[in-house]
Every structure is written in structure tokens, then in C-alpha cells.
């Protein structure tokens, strides 16, 4: 990549016009500029489209370049970014999987100098000149293999960070850490030559107890979700540390963290009661956490069964998840709910229940939206029932 010849004005120019045009009826056209790759202009305006929702600070400066737009997909988001940077700091950390930099944009205001390893050239090139353009001058980058680079550079930092990513040739749907590049597993020891703290992100898809089986010193687990989806894991791991983790399920809404702590050791105790007068859904990374005994300890509110994972209260409260009004509750029988759901709009929702969402929107001819919210699901007592539910 030439970056010097992406940054002509004309160029630049070329791109910001087209960020509205579709990329392929684009990449069709004639290239204006034949001195230069219309493949990397065409990637450019790809690549930025992609960056205007989840990299704001990047998209509105000028003159930033953009990586092939897999890494523009796989990169954090800047509010999971600036979530992470909030758990660690002090003088030194080390990205071994720098990618395009965004968790190293936000370390960098926690750490005097930060250190942006990464295999690709042309990305740690980029990374490098966004720093230039971003003004960040404490964020070092290295190019090559970032276990090689910890070996030459031979410093203790005060944390260490990777993003292991999938090898291609791994087999199977089941992710687990050691199918990953780097291998964490086996190189968490080395990597304690050089620190006291690693910080390490995995997909949301692998799971928590999978995760503790394949690494050692496991502090914290925290579950980032966005908007109600699970975008990471965060495995936040010290040396010489025995103990059970503690489980942090933490849900970003317009930038403010929704946090709850979960200690794992702990044996917590549910409550249980028939439907009241409010219901509650647990919010994605709660779900993620499988914390449901403590989610009904620590906010006051009673399961519906043990499998449910719905919760109920008579007053209205404090809960980090979705809240409803029960407006009605219906015994699942046949005569019983023809006369409320049959050809009806509503949103359709099943916990602990034996029937899928979309065979019961197709059985009863229901239509997708609306404001009722049906939850099917069973109480208790064992019974399946309907609770019409409105949004709070």
C-alpha cells in the first residue's frame, strides 16, 4: 500500500464524495486516477462507510487511512475500547495483535507508552501514520511477530493485551483458546516473564467455563455487551493469583455502562413467585453470565422457575435488562388463546419453553411488531402460560 498516493487531496476528495455510492455499481467505472490502485481507492470508501457508526474519532478526522475492511469488522468498537482501557494502567503495555489500533488509542491514555505489535506491514504502516494524524505520540509501533518482538525488547510491562484470532484451519464449531493465533494457552507462561497482568479478548461465542479450563490466574471475566449484544469477552488474568474470578456482566447504552458483579465463589439464593405485576428480562451479558440465582439476590426480584429466567416483583425497581407491565396472564390452552394471540401483532418471546417463537407466530398467524410482547414460558408450578406484557 502507498499511502503517500491515498493522501492526495484529489484522492481524499474522491472518497469522502462517493461514501454515499454503492461501492460495487463504483468499482464498475472507469478508474479516474490510473496512477494509482482503484482496488485501494475502492477499499477506502468500503472501509470508511463501515468506520462511520462504530469509529467516529476516526471517520471525522481527515486523512486518516483505512485498513482491507475485515479488520475495519473485526476491530473494537471505541465504547468497548474505552471500556477495556478503564481496567488496566501504568507505565507500559504491550498489544501483541494491534490490529488498527483503536484498544491502543484508548490504552494510550492510561499507560505512558504503549507498544502496537502487529504481523501485517501495511497495517502497522497505517496504524502508524493515524497516529501521526490523531496526534498520539506515546504509541509505539513494531512490525512482526509479537512473541519475537517481547523476546528482543526483554522489559517487564505492566500489562500485556491480546486479541487471539482464529486460525483458519482450525476444525469444528466448538472456539476454544488453543485453536487461536496467538496460542494463549501455551504461551501464558512465557508471557509472565515479561508481566505481572495480561488482558486478553476473546469472542462472546466462547464459553466462560471452556475459557477457565484453558487458562490459569483468571481475576476477573468481564462480558461486554453493546446495545444488548454481547460484542467480548475480557479475561483480565494476574500472576501467582489462586482464587475463583469474579464475573462482571457490563451492558454500554449511549456510552453509559450498565455493571454488575457476580462473584463466582459465592453461592447465591433465588427467590421464586408466580407472575406479579412487573417482568423482567435480564440484559445480554446477564444472560451471557448464567448468574441467575444472584441477578434475583442482588436486585430484590423473584424467578418465575428455575429455567426461566424471567423475574417478577409487585412494585417497580431497578434492573439492568428489559421491563414490562404484565397486563395479562393466559393458561396455555387451546380455548384460552385463540380469543388473545390468534392473527394478532405482537412481539414473540419464549424461556423455558417447549415451542419455538417462529412456530408459534406461524401456528397462530401472528404478525412480527407492535406494542404487546408475548412472553410464553412457564411458571413454577410447571405450567406453560402467556403473559401479554407492555414496555416500560
Known sequence: MNI????????QDFITENLGTDSVK???????FPEVSYAEIINQIISKKKAK???TTWF??????????????????ESTANYKSSLVSGEKL???????GI???????????????????????????????????????YQGDSTEILKQLNQKFDCIYIDPSRRNDAKGKVFMLADCLPNVVDLQDFYFQFTNAILIKTAPIL????????LKNVVQIHIVAVDNEVKELLWKIEKNFNESPEIIAVNIEKSNPSITKIESSKSYSARY????????EPNAALMKSGGFEAVSELFTVSKLHQHSHLYTTEEITAFPGRKFQIDTMIPFQKKEIAHYIQGKKMNVSTRNFPIKPEEIKKKYKIQDGGTIFAFFTTNLNNEKIILLCTKL
Not at 504491550?94 to 488498527?100: K, L, Q
Not at 464459553?207 to 479450563?213: F, M, P, R, S, V
Open 4 to 11: 503517500e498516493e491515498l493522501l492526495q487531496p484529489k484522492i
Open 26 to 32: 463504483l468499482a464498475l467505472k472507469r478508474n479516474p
Open 53 to 55: 457508526e462504530k469509529l
Open 60 to 77: 471525522s478526522k481527515t486523512n486518516i487511512i483505512y485498513p482491507e475492511k475485515i479488520s475495519i469488522e473485526q476491530t473494537s468498537s
Open 94 to 100: 504491550i498489544d501483541c495483535t494491534g490490529g488498527f
Open 103 to 141: 484498544d491502543d488509542y484508548y490504552f494510550s491514555k492510561q499507560f505512558k507508552t504503549v507498544i502496537h505489535c502487529e504481523l501485517n506491514a501495511d497495517l502497522s504502516q497505517i496504524v502508524k501514520h493515524n497516529c501521526e494524524v490523531l496526534k498520539v505520540s506515546n504509541i509505539e509501533c
Open 207 to 214: 464459553d466462560l467455563q471452556a475459557g477457565l479450563l484453558e
Open 273 to 280: 413467585s408466580l407472575p406479579k405485576k412487573y417482568l423482567y
